[in-house]
């Protein structure tokens, strides 16, 4: 864009010299044809004025009264001062004629030079006629010789002015034609750069403007994306509050109840007389689903408290998973598995209490989905990457079908009976909206009968 405005004055400044320049050169030219026709025109007098002097000259010497002889000598002063003055004027200019300056070419100085006898000879014999003679002396040979000498000279001047009027004009013509062509050069140029300027500023430069507003549109269309898309976010978080409150108060209120019934149900069992078998089995089923339901309400009432935290704080791993070995340390006996983490040694910023039960649902997984055969082996890594830290979990159990691995993330989906395994289907769930909750991915691998890998992700962060 700066290329494009500094071409774009550069290019005006020379359009405005070459108008400029133009503008001025008109004004000479209009000067100058106006002082050269005022020369041509004056030049071309002259042959008349001579001819009239020669005229004058003839009635005062021929005059038969005194009158016409001084009307005669009248208009020959007239003539004759009127003539010198011409000859002068076109020699070394004249302001009160209208020549202010003279610049005569060679040829024309020449012409000039060979005009001078004549010149001289007719105006010395008609000042003589117009300043000295009288109507009593008419008849001296004198005065006839005088008008001789004007007759004599008459021819050589009016054919040398004659030659100097025709050099004028000719002069005065090919100054015209020059100066045209260089105006009409110059106003060539201007329109010649105005066009470059058109093609090579103005249409880049348009280019450059509309894509400029293309982008404007854009990005204007963008923020009111955005800012419908922020405002939209912010009902879904309003929504999704109101939700969490709910699902936690529902499940926090149905556990009482639910331990009013187990309490019920165990003091049925303990002090009623025996009772048949119906009875007793009866309830059982009540306690059992009792508990079951407790479980169910417990893991729902913890993924509500998912992101309570409002702060990432510094966690080991090592000292996450040794903390988890030894919460689990009941299970990890009684199923006779082994942790191992073979990762490297990582701290990072993440959400201490929500990444320990991400790992333990892992954990616990892998140990319950373990085959019975095989003593449960679960081995943890962990390593650093360009943007996240990637930490998996491997067990030797059951594996999961592939077209599994997308809906196991899911709320209560569960790939088997609770007979075969005990589980509420959440915990999967609960782990992928904690790896959410850290800008994190996660996800399975597995092969059926050989075992499964959970990755996950946990994007870095400063604290
Ligand atoms: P739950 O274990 O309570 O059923 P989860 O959400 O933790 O619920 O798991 C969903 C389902 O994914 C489980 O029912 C199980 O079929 C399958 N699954 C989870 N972890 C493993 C694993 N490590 N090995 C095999 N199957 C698994």
């Not at 010149?119 to 300043?131: G, W, Y």
Request: hydrophobic share 40%; charged share 25%; glycine share 4%.
């Amino acid at each position: 864009m700066v290329r494009i405005e500094r071409a774009y004055v550069i290019a005006l400044t020379i359009i405005a010299i070459t108008i400029t320049l133009t503008q001025l050169i008109s004004q000479r030219h209009i000067r100058l044809n106006r002082l050269d026709s005022t020369i041509v025109n004056i030049s071309g007098r002259q042959r008349m004025l001579s001819q009239k002097i020669a005229k004058s000259a003839i009635q005062l010497v021929t005059a038969t009264d005194s009158v016409r002889f001084i009307n005669s000598q009248s208009e020959l002063r007239k003539a004759v001062n009127l003539w010198a003055q011409s000859h002068r004027a076109l020699q070394n200019g004249d302001d009160e004629m209208g020549i202010s300056s003279v610049n005569n070419s060679d040829e024309i100085l020449g012409h000039f030079e060979q005009i001078r006898p004549a010149f001289e000879s007719i105006h010395k014999n008609a000042v003589i006629l117009a300043e000295k003679s009288t109507f009593q002396t008419i008849n001296q040979p004198s005065w006839q010789s005088s008008l001789q000498h004007i007759l004599d000279h008459e021819n050589d001047f009016l054919t040398i002015m004659d030659a100097i009027t025709f050099q004028y004009d000719e002069e005065a013509q090919q100054r015209v034609t020059s100066l045209s062509r260089l105006e009409f050069g110059l106003y060539m140029v201007a329109i010649i750069l105005l066009i470059l300027e058109a093609i090579f500023i103005f249409r880049p430069a348009l280019r450059l403007l509309k894509e400029s507003t293309d982008k404007l549109i854009v990005s204007e269309r963008n923020l009111e994306q955005a800012r419908v898309e922020k405002q939209y976010t912010k009902q879904l978080e309003t929504k999704n509050q109101e939700l969490r409150q709910f699902v936690y108060i529902t499940s926090h209120d149905l556990i009482e109840p639910l331990n009013t019934i187990i309490s019920f149900s165990k003091i049925l069992a303990r002090n009623s007389s025996p009772m048949n078998e119906l009875q007793q089995k009866s309830v059982d089923v009540i306690n059992k689903s009792a508990f079951r339901m407790k479980d169910f309400m417990l893991s729902i009432l913890e993924f509500s408290r998912i992101g309570r935290e409002k702060t990432r704080t510094e966690v080991d791993l090592i000292e996450v998973i040794e903390k988890l070995k030894t919460d689990l340390h009941s299970l990890i006996e009684e199923k006779q598995a082994s942790i191992q983490f073979v990762g490297e040694s990582l701290k990072f910023g993440a959400y201490e209490n929500d990444l320990t039960k991400l790992l333990q649902n892992l954990i616990v997984n892998g140990i319950k989905y373990g085959k019975k055969e095989l003593k449960p082996e679960i081995i943890l890594d962990a390593k650093e990457q360009k943007e996240v830290y990637l930490v998996s979990v491997k067990d030797n159990g059951i594996g999961i079908p592939e077209k599994y691995f997308e809906r196991i993330f899911e709320v209560f989906q569960r790939l088997h009976t609770r007979d075969q395994y005990e589980g509420t289907g959440i915990g999967l769930a609960h782990c992928k909206k904690i790896v959410e909750l850290h800008d994190g991915d996660i996800w399975v691998e597995s092969e059926e009968g050989v075992g499964s890998t959970f990755y996950f992700t946990i994007s870095k962060q400063p604290l």
